[in-house]
């Protein structure tokens, strides 16, 4: 099920690096296929813990510059909605912010 769906501030890596000192570096998502670019998403995807057992997982539509969360399990009213933030809900590598 689809939870949420919203567009992105795209910045390319020039653009990426000033923002690395700031607060802004605990929300970007890495998202060009070569991992230089990032993105800020605009919705509440910005939010979502990161659970080595999701209940949702992120999709990201590079052509339209759109994010997508997607539901993977029941989500009952008031639990927290959850990602993997390595981007693959059963990938248990250990993440650490960059």
Known sequence: TLIESYPIILLNEN???PIQTTKLNEYYYLWSMDQKDAA??????L???HSDTP??????DLDNG???YIAIAEISPGEEI??????????QT?????
């Open 15 to 17: 653009e990426l690096s």
């Open 40 to 45: 800020l998403p605009l919705g509440y995807g």
């Open 47 to 49: 939010l979502y813990n």
């Open 55 to 60: 209940n949702a997982y992120y999709q990201r």
């Open 66 to 68: 759109i994010m997508n």
């Open 82 to 91: 959850t990602v993997n933030y390595n981007g693959n809900p059963a990938d």
């Open 94 to 98: 250990p993440f650490q912010f960059r």
